[in-house]
Nanobody, 121 residues
Framework: HVQLVESGGGSVQAGGSLRLSCDMSSYTYSRICMGWFRQPPGKARAGVGFMYSSNGVTQYDASVKGRFTISQDKNTLYLQADNLKPDDTAVYYC?????????????????WGQGTQVTVS
């Protein structure tokens, strides 16, 4: 069963940190671009950042740049989220994006994980 499985969400106070993980071990399709997206309550899903799997180059949305970091270790994609703010409250999704050029546009996603809730108070 092909899937992306997120974990690591939870509740944290403003200024705190969380590390989200995405298990890609059973995702057997192309991984040209792997990214993180989020959907705040009542709002549309939007890109947080992505990584080119070939060279590790990353790009982030302006709202998280300098606070969030994407990394990868073998079959796990990580999102290190520091200095969290209440506006970061959302369901966070791991996703595979169509290449060859990565994008923060949700329309470019070809496979979604199930999501993990992050709540910042």
């Amino acid at each position: 069963h092909v899937q992306l499985v997120e974990s690591g969400g939870g509740s944290v106070q403003a200024g705190g940190s969380l590390r989200l993980s995405c298990d890609m071990s059973s995702y057997t399709y192309s991984r040209i671009c792997m990214g993180w997206f989020r959907q705040p309550p009542g709002k549309a899903r939007a890109g947080v950042g992505f990584m080119y799997s070939s060279n590790g180059v990353t790009q982030y949305d302006a709202s998280v740049k300098g606070r969030f970091t994407i990394s990868q270790d073998k079959n796990t994609l990580y999102l290190q989220a520091d200095n969290l703010k209440p506006d970061d409250t959302a369901v966070y999704y791991c996703a595979s994006l169509r290449g060859p050029t990565c994008s923060l546009d949700p329309a470019r996603v070809n496979f979604w994980g199930q999501g993990t809730q992050v709540t910042v108070s």
